[in-house]
């Protein structure tokens, strides 16, 4: 990292350098953990000093590799994920830790270990369902991913360290959302592509850093003159992860400015807090088997009910972004979707179905996980645009 | 006063003049190619010439289309979504979905009240596409301009099972050996093609008015699978390359007259009829 770059700079120095300062903290005798989704509770690691990183996916990189393992019709962001594995690009990662976030997810995770030696790996069950049972055999997954960690690192996670450890991650996500409230003014105070740069900048340090980073960032954004300019759509985009800058401004071009996001690569994994219980185990059970909302888990307005209410389970289960919408005064939703997602595919006629009734204007637009689906991708955005005309 | 709409698709470049009335002075189509993008400009002068007018007459350009960046002289570039819709919509008045299958997309519009509401498109998958044609005629040894004609005379259609170019290619081949009908193939094809943008334009939830455009709404055949697949009569406009281009110049005119009537100066750029330069 150049010495003293700060705040946004620093962002996009890590955004553009990944791995960096993982190889630097692994040559001081840190391990290195790979996870590639929001469902891995990174709380553990931390406690263990362990650096959690984050398996991101490479949209300018052909997939050619994978091919050996997972099939072409398959989450491309897993594809991508298991081909940068394959080339040796996650190579310095000492072990890694996935969850049944999807099928696709653990499909990928079970043939990279099966192609991939790494001193330690783990895969987490998450239960699909919020219902009784669920939530005491999520803390038995939990109970043994302690156990596995613990053994590997030779260390016991003691109720103080997962204290901090939980603690600090909490205050990474007060903090995010503190960024996140520097785009409700018109025009934001921090661009869509600037904010993706900085939350995968905090996926790639460890968590102190990441707070301190996010300190530093939003000083400066609180105060910068050269911020955004002032485009006629301000944009909500829902979807899976997005994780290149080129596709954010691909959306934003000169019409638009991203004011929110709902995806597995943004605001995602800051938006509620884990819960300091008595037993620090049941808090994190609740944040990621409760709190975390991607459609990965089927969710009911009612726990146990059946009946059907279309209207108050669309509520119950999106009622949160009707919430940015209104804070973040946005005057349109993209709904987007690297293809082959069964878990957002299937959700997303319903979130259609919820916007509508918001009667927020919105499109959806599937496309490949590739540098070159970014340009026929703008002229859908332009169309979109030119059907909502400019905000009033 | 005079606008152009220069529509510049992955396959054809659309151009039409239009004076103050609405009236079309010219019109011309033609192959894109690598060296047309370039050359838009070129293009133009002969739509000018046709009309017998300078640049300097023309009081607003909208490009559009897959190459609309390719337009150094363009006032303004809108998407081929709005301009296929307001060229529709200015051709069918009651129009409520528009299909435009070009040589290398496809697209369904979703249009109330002349305005574009909602839209789906492929770009990706040469199947649905003009090019799926392209590739069978010469599979079959047929010239495409062929094809319907040659439909029409089918008694019963052969099911292609696959709607992707290449594996229709080769079960195309396999009928062929069997022995069926050329005619009852080439009715198969429109079916497969016709069935798989139905599908894609179903996601607007069709409603009459239909109607088609684009290269391939040339082919009587595909208009009547079309028919057949999505159960509704299918208008055709006299020149269905051309609605882009129709509507840009419209949208152009549109954007001029809001601009006088509201006594703003019209926004437009310092151009010149000029070829694009990145290539160089
Ligand atoms: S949720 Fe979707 S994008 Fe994420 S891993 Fe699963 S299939 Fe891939």
Redesign the pocket.
Known sequence: MTQGSKGLAKAKEVYEDRSRRAKELKAEGRKIIGYP?IYVPLEMMTALDLVPYRIYGDMREPITEADRGLQTAF?A??RSCLDLGLKGKYDFLDGFVAAH??D??EKAVRVWASLIEHPYTHFLDVPGTLQAGSWEYFKGQLTALKKTLESFTGKIITQTRLREAIEAHNLQRALVRELYDLRKPDPPLISGAETLQVIKALTSIPVEEGNELLRQVITEVKKRKNGPQKKPARLLVWG??MDDIAHVETIEGDEANIVMDDH?GGSRAYRTDVELTEDLLDGLTDYYLVKLI?P?TFRVAVLGETKKDWAADLESRFGYIGEYIKGWDVNGVIMQL?R?????GFEQPAIKDYFDSLGIPNTYLEHDYSEGALAPLRTRVQGFLEVIGPKA | MYFAGVDIGSTMTKIVVMDGAGNICSRIVGPTGPEHRRLANEVLTQALEQANLSFGQIDYVVATGYGRVNVPFADRQITELTCHARGVASLFPTVRTAIDIGGQDAKGLKIKDGKLLDFVMNDKCAAGTGRFLEVLADTLGLELDDLGGISLESTKKVPISSTCTIFAQQEVIARISEGLPLEDIVAGLHNALAGRVARMVQRLRVEPDVVLTGGVAKNIGVVKAMKENLGYKILVPPDPLLTGAIGAAILGKEITSKAMAEGVPIERKERHLEEVTFFK
């Open positions: 989704c989450c962001i897993m976030s999807c696709p997810q899976n992860t597995c991607p990965r690297v082959y997602c069964d878990p957002h």
